[in-house]
């Protein structure tokens, strides 16, 4: 099975300030059509996880533009431009191998303010 | 719009079958593309995909969990339902369902149910 890494695990932010979160696959992403098959969850406390990025750098729907997803293979990166204080929550990263079909989240990265 | 609710019992005892039914609306698993996936999350730890069905009723397993996971869909009642049988304490968790939509790839989980808890005891 591939497996995903996550650094670092606990990440305490300033709002205001940028933050990183990195993510690596123990295998390559990328696909033959170009798209790396890695997505971005934000899991707030209590809440059911929700997409801020899809096929490795798109953003999906409402989410604010101050999240970008970039990176390509097997080393990938959610960036923050500017971290707010509704930004906190566990952050995971997400591998959508397609054959066969494997779905592999990593380990999460708890986001909390200093 | 689209909307998702997972429902099922909130206790089971151990090696007993769980069967969860997840009700959505807003879009149909007979649309080209349209899949239903669930995952699940045990207390304090992280999400684990347990299984994912498609409109042209393909069905995928996680690897570890295959032999117990069964997955099946009523695309006139929007319902998709998991079994999971012999039930074990270390299955305790919340069971999500979750949309995502294949368009040149996959586009991501886009929309999630609110969860239920799962709890396995005697």
């Known amino acids: 099975d591939i497996v995903m890494t996550q650094s670092p695990l606990s990440l305490p932010v300033t709002p205001g300030e940028p933050a990183s979160i990195f993510c690596r696959s123990s295998q390559s992403l990328l696909h033959v059509n170009g798209y790396n098959y890695l997505d971005w969850y934000l899991q707030k406390p209590g809440q059911s996880p929700q997409l801020l990025i899809y096929?490795?750098?798109n953003r999906a729907s409402g989410v604010p533009d101050r999240f970008s997803g970039s990176g390509s293979g097997t080393d990938f990166t959610l960036n923050i431009s500017r971290v707010e204080a509704e930004d906190v929550g566990v952050y995971y990263c997400?591998?959508?191998?397609?054959?066969?079909?494997?779905?592999?989240f990593g380990p999460g990265t708890k986001v909390d303010i200093k | 719009q689209v909307t998702l609710r997972e429902s099922g019992p909130a206790l089971v005892k151990p090696t007993q079958t769980l069967t969860l039914t997840c009700t959505f609306s807003g879009f149909s698993l007979g649309t080209t593309g349209m899949c239903v996936s669930w995952i699940r999350q045990p207390p304090g730890k992280a999400l684990e995909w347990l299984a994912r069905?498609?409109?042209?009723?393909?069905?995928y397993y996680s690897t570890s969990l295959k032999t117990r996971l069964t997955i099946s869909k009523d695309t006139s009642k929007n319902q998709v339902v998991l079994t999971m049988t012999n039930m074990d304490p270390v299955d305790t968790a919340t069971y999500y369902c979750?949309?995502?939509?294949?368009?040149?790839?996959?586009?991501?989980?886009?929309?999630w149910g609110q969860g239920t808890l799962v709890t396995v005891s005697s």
């Open positions: 997400m591998q959508v191998l397609q054959t066969p079909l494997l779905i592999t």
């Open positions: 096929l490795g750098s």
């Open positions: 069905i498609d409109w042209d009723d393909d069905k």
């Open positions: 979750a949309r995502i939509r294949l368009v040149s790839g996959p586009q991501g989980f886009d929309y």
